[in-house]
């Protein structure tokens, strides 16, 4: 993961889909975020009535959202228990699926409130926007990120770790080339505790340059400084067609690489 908030590592997708798996017999295609929601607040309220007070809308509309949200996913999520609903097998498989999203989204949301207090505060922070740019990466908002991102670059030009995430934002947003500068930046610090990350980021960076020859000799740095990278061994194994592996010992974890003939 790129990015850690109070221990959890945020993915969150800014649109109103979710994309989820099958499982337990439900075809989890693209949930609507809105009927996903209304959904996890009547599991978590225990009724339709509950939730419509507790989201201020009336109940009929949370029903039949909630019925668009079964019809979608061929399963019925909620069945009738006394006076009240109870989730079916299907529904509380639903429900593990919501949970994380939506504790994850509020989560995001604290986080940002703390970094933007932190930059009421001190708003010569690098770290803090650094951390902005990251959210507003996974948010899908290029344009601040790459705002967030200048901005701390500009207070701490040289922080490996602003350079490594920035480098990475470059990456996701298609300018390889652009990131892979980043990231040797990053590695020009001799006190630079990670340097194996920037290694690997470089290789995926060279990989989707098409640069095989260069995305293999970064992994092979990232190796060499890090033999329980578990990216770099990844990468190389997939590179040289299964040509690279690595041997557990029985007193740990340690990783060897071999070269094998083919």
């Known amino acids: 993961g790129r990015c850690n908030y109070k221990g959890v590592v945020f993915h969150v997708k800014a649109n109103k889909n979710w994309q989820l798996v099958r499982k337990n017999g ?34 009929q509309t949370i029903s039949g959202q909630l019925s668009l949200l079964e019809r979608s996913l061929g399963v019925a999520l909620l069945a009738p228990a006394g006076r009240g609903l109870a989730l079916t097998e299907a529904g509380r498989t639903a429900l593990s699926y919501a949970d994380r999203i939506f504790n994850l989204g509020e989560q995001m949301l604290e986080a940002l409130e703390d970094l933007r207090a932190s ?18 990466m996974d948010l899908g908002d290029r344009q601040r990120a790459e705002e967030n991102f200048q901005r701390a670059l500009r ?24 990131a892979i500068a980043q990231f040797q930046a990053a590695l020009r610090d001799p006190l630079y505790a990670t340097p194996a990350r920037p290694l690997h980021n470089a290789g995926i960076c060279s990989m989707r340059a098409g640069d095989m020859a260069g995305a293999e000799a970064y992994f092979q740095r990232s190796f060499q400084i890090d033999p329980r990278n578990p990216v770099a061994m990844f990468q190389l194994a997939k590179l040289t067609g299964g040509k690279f592996r690595w041997v557990v010992f029985s007193g740990g974890v340690e990783a060897v690489a071999q070269a094998v003939g083919g």
């Not at 439900?26 to 978590?44: D, G």
């Not at 009421?120 to 740019?133: K, V």
């Not at 207070?155 to 652009?178: I, K, M």
């Open 26 to 59: 439900i075809e989890m295609r693209e949930l609507n975020y809105k009927h996903l929601h209304y959904f996890w607040v009547v599991a978590k309220e225990g009724g339709v009535n509950r939730a419509a007070n507790k989201l201020g809308v009336a109940a």
């Open 155 to 178: 207070l701490a030009p040289e922080d490996p770790e602003l350079l490594n995430n920035y480098g990475w934002f470059l990456c996701q947003t298609d300018r390889p080339r652009e």
């Open 119 to 136: 930059l009421a505060i001190d708003p010569s922070n690098p770290q803090a926007y650094g951390l902005l740019g990251l959210v507003h």
